[in-house]
């Protein structure tokens, strides 16, 4: 299994760019989340998704949007780039979301605006 | 709202030593806590998951407790190597589903 991977781990944009972050997993897992980490900080939830077809916000949606039409792929989607969008953003996924389920992270996509 | 604070923020140790990692949170209305390792460059990998109703998990060096009352959890390591060298990260599940992260610390363990 490859786990979840990331596409791509790092890319720089201009300002009012727009570009699609891509993740997948292949553990058949239901529940997938995006998160941002801007520098000592820690992981704050963008946008999460319970299956194909449902997403919801997180704590920090803004300038952001999702879709989710298989189970292994979560794509998000930053439109009109920005400075403050700037950060290392990871994709998790876990089978469900029980108290006793282990997120599992990929690697990080860490993007510049400029 | 809840916020999961990580004391300290960096620590520099000699290999060998036994060490603690505190975490404190503010609701203790959580499903879990989790403690996770971050390797520059590379994602999280997750360490040890206390569920509400335990008290402690163990797995080799590594011991994490869980005080719901008091909202705090700590990590201990024992016998410390230079590959600890990390950060390591508390994260809480609160009852909307989301982990919420504390700002991680920045462990150093010099050989």
């Known amino acids: 299994n490859a786990g979840v991977t990331q596409t791509p781990k790092f890319r720089i944009l201009k300002i009012g760019q727009s570009m699609t972050l891509q993740c997948a997993q292949d553990?058949?897992?239901?529940?997938m989340y995006w998160y941002r980490q801007d520098p000592g900080m820690g992981l704050k939830l963008i946008y999460y998704s319970v299956g194909a077809g449902i997403t919801d916000k997180g704590e920090v949606p803004n300038g952001y949007n999702v879709s989710r039409s298989t189970t292994e792929d979560f794509p998000l989607r930053l439109e009109l780039a920005a400075p403050s969008q700037t950060s290392v953003y990871f994709c998790a996924s876990s089978y469900h979301g029980r108290p006793t389920d282990t997120q599992y992270f990929g690697p990080g996509t860490r993007l510049t605006v400029l | 709202k809840q916020e999961v604070t990580q004391i300290p923020a960096a620590l520099s140790v000699p290999e060998g030593e036994n060490l603690v990692l505190n975490c404190s949170f503010t609701?203790?209305?959580?499903?879990?806590l989790q403690w996770f390792r971050q390797d520059p460059g590379k994602g999280l990998t997750s360490l040890l998951l206390i569920q509400s109703s335990q008290r402690e998990q163990t797995s080799g060096r590594l011991n994490a407790s869980l005080d719901k009352s008091s909202g705090r959890s700590t990590l201990y390591i024992a016998a410390s190597q230079p590959g600890d060298s990390a950060t390591y990260l508390c994260a809480v599940k609160g009852s909307q589903g989301n982990l919420i992260f504390g700002k991680g610390t920045k462990l150093s363990v010099k050989p």
């Open positions: 553990m058949n897992h239901n529940y």
């Open positions: 609701d203790s209305a959580i499903y879990n």
